[in-house]
């Protein structure tokens, strides 16, 4: 499970590297409607919202500034989420899975589809790793139609002939990459 951990932290800690660097939160951000603090807000209800529906309970949600709402909600999951509760299985959305596959997955992607999206609210630019691009095209691939459903992204977004592999990535993801 230390596989899973770090993958959950690794990318937790992307996030915290762009909210520490701080600008105008309130900037909006790539999701149309929302801010870069919307974005923040997003992943760690989404989280959170999923780990109460698994029976972890995480304590009161964090408040404050997003760089110390994220801290306080990383803080939580690594305190509560312990290596019993990552082995346990459910039935996921494409079969049976354990919470710590969905954490380091589908809440692995999410955070590094966002950390691009505040970084460009608040104007700075994320690279991908090369592991991050290999993971979130094989999630592209799992999700199939469904990425392009009700509150996932929007639909693909054209790129330039040449673009950078993150880019193209990005425009599968409905993000303009200009």
């Not at 330039?160 to 990459?177: E, I, K, N, T, Y």
């Amino acid at each position: 499970m230390s596989d899973i951990r770090d993958s959950y932290e690794r990318h937790a800690a992307g996030m915290q590297t762009v909210l520490t660097d701080g600008g105008d939160f309130a900037a909006p951000s790539p999701c149309a409607g929302w801010t870069a603090a919307d974005v923040v807000d997003h992943v760690i209800d989404t989280q959170r919202d999923f780990l109460a529906r698994q029976g972890v309970d995480l304590g009161a949600r964090p408040g404050g500034d997003p760089p110390a709402a994220w801290a306080a909600h990383v803080a939580a999951v690594a305190e509560r989420v312990d290596d019993e509760t990552l082995h346990r299985g459910y039935d996921g959305a494409f079969g049976p899975t354990t919470i710590g596959a969905t954490l380091a997955d589908f809440y692995g992607f999410d955070m590094v589809v966002h950390r691009w999206d505040v970084a460009r609210a608040l104007g700075r630019d994320t690279t991908f790793s090369d592991a991050e691009m290999d993971a979130m095209e094989a999630s592209v691939a799992v999700f199939g139609e469904h990425l392009y459903g009700e509150g996932v992204c929007r639909a693909a977004v054209p790129v330039p002939a040449g673009a950078s592999r993150q880019d193209r990535l990005l425009g599968v993801l409905g993000r303009d990459p200009r």
